[in-house]
């Protein structure tokens, strides 16, 4: 195990070099490979019980996959997961549904993850009894209101459809079904980029809130760094289905080490026109490589404006601790004082 993989048997949540492959077949006439997409490739972390992690990188770095890696949504093609000492990826199929209740999933669009069939009560109802089974009848639409007033909902509103609730409505619904197995552990995934900009400060401040007083643990996803630093308690920035940065959020917001990282904080608009006008900016020229044929050595060199060595092209650096908490993928050409956020 490396340095940044705590004890399985004692921390709250432990990822040992997890990655998610997907095989995408053969050809149809020679039967050739079409090749293999390397979503996530080789994460470990380890997240602690009560804490928020942010999860940020641009579209494609491999942030959703992850997250439904750690769900068991999708089965890690190698590594290890475990939640409270229990390897998740150890558990079968069949018995990952009952222990799933111990973590739970707020989707990007609270109007797609949720059944235009079913009332908020039947909705909520459903999520109450996964881990209370024997709650019916008032019992049961008293845990509802309940859930209702802990997203800052009205309980009146329990008998409605999910398309006579606003955007923001709906999102404090599907946060709610989060909350009614009573787990430990919450994955955002993008929870805020479909909302207005004025109901996002909201949902995040109840997303901090909730945290805080229920004793969640949280890992919040995004591709912005903005919202990510808002809410976060450490943050890890993904690139091509790695981690390349990790650290506290104040120190990677105020000095970030890798210069993806800074090319993302220079992307974040000043409010002061001033500002904004004389700061500088790193551009990043072209896309991130495809993930089914990621370059070998520092993955960020066919996107660096700063030229790399042979070396560096073949040889991945390792992920090392520059600060007593602040690691960083360890290249550099990427790692510099002389690259300005």
């Known amino acids: 195990m490396n340095a940044l993989i705590g004890n399985p048997q004692e921390d709250f949540l432990v990822l040992d070099e997890v990655k998610t492959h997907f095989d995408m077949g053969t050809t149809l006439l020679t039967r050739e490979s079409k090749g293999v997409v390397k979503a996530v490739d080789g994460v470990s972390l380890t997240i602690n019980k009560g804490e928020i992690l942010g999860l940020v990188g641009e579209s494609g770095c491999g942030k959703s996959t992850l997250s439904r890696t750690i769900m068991q949504l999708l089965r890690p093609t190698s590594g290890h997961i475990w939640l409270k000492g229990r390897e998740l990826s150890a558990i079968s199929d069949a018995d990952i549904r009952s222990e799933r209740i111990n973590f739970q999933m707020i989707f990007q669009d609270p109007y797609a993850s949720l059944n235009p069939r079913m009332t908020v ?48 409505q709906r999102q404090r619904v599907a946060i709610a079904r989060a909350l009614a197995p009573e787990p430990e552990l919450i ?35 995004s591709h912005d760094l903005s919202v990510v630093r808002y809410i976060s308690d450490r943050i890890a920035v993904m ?5 390349i940065e990790l650290g506290d959020a104040e120190a990677i917001v105020d000095h970030p080490l890798h210069i993806y990282t800074k090319a993302l904080m220079s992307a974040i608009p000043e409010p002061d026109p001033n500002a904004e006008r004389n700061r500088h900016r790193i551009v990043l020229e072209g896309d991130p490589p495809s993930p089914m044929s990621p370059p070998d050595g520092c993955k960020f060199w066919p996107r660096s404006p700063v030229e790399h060595s042979e070396e560096l092209k073949t040889v991945e650096p390792p992920l090392v601790e520059m600060q007593p ?17």
């Open 121 to 168: 009560l039947d909705t909520l109802g459903e999520a109450v009894r996964t881990r209370h089974p024997e709650l019916k009848g008032d019992a049961l639409r008293g845990r509802v209101a309940e859930l209702l007033r802990t997203v800052g909902m009205n309980p009146f509103q329990m008998k409605r459809y999910p398309h006579e609730f606003s955007g923001g």
């Open 187 to 221: 994955i955002a995934d993008e929870p805020v980029s479909a909302l207005d900009v004025s109901i996002q400060s909201q949902i995040l401040n109840l997303l901090k809130r909730l945290t805080r007083e229920l004793g969640l643990t949280m890992i919040f996803i």
């Open 239 to 243: 690139y091509l289905g790695k981690i």
């Open 325 to 341: 908490g602040h690691w960083v993928s360890n290249c550099p050409f990427c790692v510099g004082t002389d690259h300005q956020a």
